[in-house]
């Protein structure tokens, strides 16, 4: 079965899928996206991404091509032509095409959309939370605006790669101050001495995950006190417990910083149990 891909307006075999060279988002990274679990068939938190969407659209002034009411229609029908039942979605928005210029192309330029769904093996996943990550810290040197979930992501990834180079599987970013800002595909937490949830407040230093604000749900309703406040880097090396959140990754324990082990150096009962409940707080959309 090939994969199927949506590019503006058409369902088109992925391996022939393309758009224009003079993208915006080719040029000059100026475009935003969103990731979007699939579980069982279902969308988790949709609604919440397309608000960040949403978001994203008006701090960049780009117009979304598609009313909201399509856009989750085509989401859907890429789930089903993919047959992808537990995966993702992507679905990124871009200024458009137009003749090289950091000025904005004329009114009227079409916002270049392109979607696309796969697959993710949910055994593999299991295993690895149930074995924990490995983290290596990292300066935060990206732009001022992390907050918006923006195609600019070249630190991000400059950051995933030095952390696979060194054993781990994400990069803490740390700010000038000292303080964990996040990971660089996800958001970053510990739980403290006195068994509470400390996580950077979602300013414009931090994406603020979908992930992350389901966790607030989930952790009053198993009666953990959370703080929003940024941690240094050695309040994390002797927290009880570490992990980071994502829609991809849901709630992954980390069990190592910087080769310093973190708690009993095995995943830890917090994120174990907030990871065991995410789905049944999550709002499903089908
Ligand atoms: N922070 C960064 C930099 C990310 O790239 C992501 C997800 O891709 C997150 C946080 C987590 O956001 P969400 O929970 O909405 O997936």
Redesign the pocket.
């Known amino acids: 079965m090939s994969r199927i891909a949506y590019v503006n307006g058409r369902y088109i075999r992925h391996a022939d899928a393309g758009v224009s060279i003079d993208d915006r988002a080719f040029l000059f990274a100026d475009g935003i996206y969103e990731?979007i679990e699939i579980f069982d068939g279902k969308l988790i938190d949709e609604a919440g991404?397309l608000a960040r969407l949403e978001r994203s659209a008006r701090e960049l002034r780009l117009t979304l091509p598609l009313a909201q009411g399509v856009l989750k229609l085509v989401l859907r029908e890429l789930a089903a032509r993919n047959r992808v039942t537990d995966g993702h979605v992507y679905l990124q928005v871009t200024r458009g095409a137009a003749r090289r210029d950091h000025f904005f192309p004329k009114p009227g330029t079409p916002a270049t959309f392109v979607a696309f769904a796969h697959r993710s093996d949910r055994a593999a996943a299991e295993a690895k939370a149930r074995a924990g990550i490995k983290v290596i810290s990292l300066p935060d040197i990206r732009w001022k605006r992390?907050d918006i979930k923006t195609t600019s992501l070249l630190p991000?990834v400059l950051a995933k790669q030095q952390a696979r180079e060194a054993g781990a599987y994400e990069a803490w970013l740390v700010d000038a101050d000292g303080y964990v800002t996040?990971?660089?595909?996800?958001?970053a937490w510990i739980v403290d001495g006195q068994g509470a949830l400390v996580t950077h407040p979602a300013d414009s230093a931090?994406?603020s995950?979908?992930?992350?604000a389901r966790l607030f749900q989930i952790a009053a309703a198993q009666g953990l006190a959370l703080v929003e406040r940024p941690f240094t880097l050695e309040e994390a090396f002797s927290a009880g417990e570490a992990f980071i959140?994502?829609?991809?990754t849901l709630v992954m324990p980390v069990v190592a910083i910087d080769g310093r082990t973190i708690g009993s150096g095995a995943p830890g009962p917090v994120s174990l149990g907030l990871r065991a409940a995410f789905h049944d707080y999550a709002p499903a959309s089908g």
């Open positions: 990731v991404h992390p991000n996040e990971g660089a595909s996800s958001n931090i994406l995950g979908i992930t992350r959140s994502g829609a991809t």
